[in-house]
């Protein structure tokens, strides 16, 4: 019965620190940076869906990198939101791009 009770405990935090690896905390600017000007190339086929480029902050070098803009094939039944910078008490969030 410990046995069983020792491996439940230790799925159970590698399970919780696993999830916890892919938080990491939004980060917060007092002003956003300013978004490239890219050229959208043509649509490379039918239904694609463009992705805006971003900036995407990266905590290594702790600094902003860009990540240019992408065609991506639409999803079924899906609308892409475009991610976006929003305002909040402490000053701009980054907001992901998602399907909806």
Do not use: Y
């Not at 230790?10 to 690896?21: E, H, Y």
């Amino acid at each position: 019965m410990w046995h069983r009770r020792t491996v439940i405990v230790l799925s159970l935090l590698c399970f919780v620190f696993t999830n916890m690896m892919g938080c990491a905390p939004a980060v917060v600017v007092k002003e956003p940076p300013a978004p490239k000007l890219e050229t959208k190339p043509p649509k490379p086929f039918p239904r694609a869906v463009w992705i805006d480029g971003h900036w995407k902050w990266n905590s290594a070098a702790n600094n902003f990198l860009w990540v240019s803009g992408r065609w991506v094939r639409e999803k079924a039944g899906k609308v892409w939101i475009q991610g976006h910078w929003k305002r909040t008490s402490g000053g701009w969030k980054w907001v992901k791009g998602h399907w909806r």
